[in-house]
T-cell receptor
Framework: AAGVIQSPRHLIKEKRETATLKCYPI?????VYWYQQGPGQDPQFLIS???????DKGSIPDRFSAQQFSDYHSELNMSSLELGDSALYFC????????????FGPGTRLTVT | GENVEQHPSTLSVQEGDSAVIKCTYS??????FPWYKQELGKRPQLIID?????GEKKDQRIAVTLNKTAKHFSLHITETQPEDSAVYFC?????????????FGAGTRLAVHP
């Protein structure tokens, strides 16, 4: 079965640079969620999109923005990167019909030096 | 605000024993409770979930129970195997889907010793 695809899998950036993370949900899933997971921590909700509209916002810095496109893929844009932004960034997708489940992608490991 | 507490933080069992992980949630409006298994450096994997209109759900060696009155839910793993070793996260959310961000517990590191 097709799963959530995230790219890139690994990303190394310097402080103050920008990064763009991409997420391709499971086919026919219409909801995308972004989570940030620091080392040894639980995933923290950043932002979500339902039918291409932002549906909820969590602890996402103003330096970050995201959107969901017409083909339902989503991009997380991160600017003015800080050392503390180093983390695993997961995208999850949810099934149509306002299904409850969330299926996680493999994540993007962002390292800011 | 929404909060999920998870206990214990670490759990060590012998192969074949049972393991129980417990979580409590703060928001009485929460209506969906998934459990995720995460191996080091990998994605959280949904292993079982329960909705608020159900008290118990079982899938082979794993089961989840929910007590809405007490606002707590538990994961039970029977006949544990070394490959069950991982970090387990409970989570809670308020439906409907499309708007139900997950609030995670802090995780339980389960070690199953042969």
């Amino acid at each position: 079965a097709a799963g959530v695809i995230q790219s890139p899998r690994h990303l190394i950036k310097e402080k103050r640079e920008t990064a763009t993370l991409k997420c391709y949900p499971i086919p026919r899933h219409d909801t995308v969620y972004w989570y940030q997971q620091g080392p040894g921590q639980d995933p923290q909700f950043l932002i979500s999109f339902y039918e291409k509209m932002q549906s909820d916002k969590g602890s996402i810095p103003d330096r970050f923005s995201a959107q969901q496109f017409s083909d339902y893929h989503s991009e997380l844009n991160m600017s003015s990167l800080e050392l503390g932004d180093s983390a695993l960034y997961f995208c999850a997708s949810g099934p149509p019909g306002q299904g409850y489940e969330q299926y996680f992608g493999p994540g993007t490991r962002l390292t800011v030096t | 605000g929404e909060n999920v507490e998870q206990h214990p933080s670490t759990l060590s069992v012998q192969e074949g024993d049972s393991a129980v992980i417990k979580c409590t949630y703060s928001d009485s409006a929460s209506n969906y409770f998934p459990w995720y298994k995460q191996e080091l450096g990998k994605r959280p994997q949904l292993i079982i979930d329960i909705r608020s209109n159900v008290g118990e759900k079982k899938d082979q060696r794993i089961a989840v129970t929910l007590n809405k009155t007490a606002k707590h839910f538990s994961l039970h793993i029977t006949e544990t195997q070394p490959e069950d070793s991982a970090v387990y996260f409970c989570a809670a959310s308020m439906g409907p889907g499309g708007y139900n961000k997950l609030i995670f517990g802090a995780g339980t590191r389960l070690a199953v010793h042969p």
